[in-house]
C-alpha cells in the first residue's frame, strides 16, 4: 500500500474539474451558476442533483449525497478512498510517485533512533543517579559533616533517603 504526502489530495482535488468528472457519468445542464442532472445515486425523474463549479462539490436535493469529487468517485465506483484518489490521479496525469511517502522506512528508522536514543538517555540518567547516589552512601558512612548537616538541614532523616530513592533499594530501582 502506497502512502501519500498530504498535498497529493489537494492536487488531485484541483486536477480534476468536478464539473468535467461528473459529467462523463452524468449528463448537466448548466442552470445559473451550477449544473443540474439526474442523480445517478437514486431514482428520479425531475433533476435534483446539483454540481457547483465554484465549490467543486455535488448535492442531491433527493437522497441527500454530497461531497467533493473523491466522494463521487467513490460513491460511483464504489472504490475506497485511496483508490478513488489513485484513479482520479491516473485521470489527471499526475505522477503518483512525486507525492509517495518514501520515508516510511525512514520513520520507522527514525522510531528506532529515539528508542535508542531514549534506552540511552534513561540509562545515563540511571547512572548518574546511581553515581550520586553512592556518593551520597559514601558521605553518610564517612559521615562527612557536610552531607549530615545538609541532610538535616533539609530534613532528611534515613527513611526519606530510602523513600525518595537517595538510597540503594532492593529492587535496584532509582527514583532519584
Ligand atoms: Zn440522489
Not at 449528463?27 to 465549490?55: A, I, Q, W
Not at 467533493?68 to 484513479?87: D, G, P
Not at 535508542?116 to 534513561?122: E, G, S, V, Y
Not at 543517579?129 to 532528611?156: C, D, F, P, S, T
Request: net charge positive.
Amino acid at each position: 500500500m502506497a502512502y501519500y504526502t498530504d498535498d497529493f489530495i489537494e492536487e488531485v482535488i484541483s486536477q480534476n474539474d468536478i464539473v468535467e468528472v461528473v459529467s462523463e457519468y452524468v449528463p448537466l445542464t448548466k442552470r445559473g451558476r451550477n449544473f443540474m442532472g439526474l442523480c445517478p445515486f437514486h431514482k428520479e425523474k425531475s433533476p435534483s442533483f446539483c454540481v457547483s463549479m465554484d465549490k467543486q462539490i455535488f448535492k442531491c436535493f433527493g437522497c441527500s449525497k454530497s461531497g467533493n469529487v473523491i466522494k463521487f468517485i467513490r460513491e460511483i465506483e464504489n472504490m475506497e478512498f485511496l483508490e478513488a484518489l489513485e484513479f482520479l490521479a491516473d485521470k489527471a496525469h499526475i505522477d503518483k510517485s512525486r507525492y509517495v511517502v518514501k520515508s516510511f522506512s525512514k520513520e520507522t528508522a527514525k522510531e528506532n533512533h529515539n528508542s535508542n536514543l531514549r534506552d540511552t538517555i534513561l540509562k545515563i540518567n540511571k547512572d548518574t543517579a546511581m553515581y550520586y547516589h553512592n556518593n551520597l552512601i559514601y558521605a553518610i558512612k564517612e559521615k562527612n559533616e557536610l552531607v549530615i548537616e545538609y541532610l538535616n538541614k533539609r530534613k532528611l532523616d534515613i527513611k526519606a533517603i530510602t523513600k525518595f530513592g537517595l538510597r540503594v533499594c532492593k529492587r535496584k530501582s532509582i527514583t532519584l
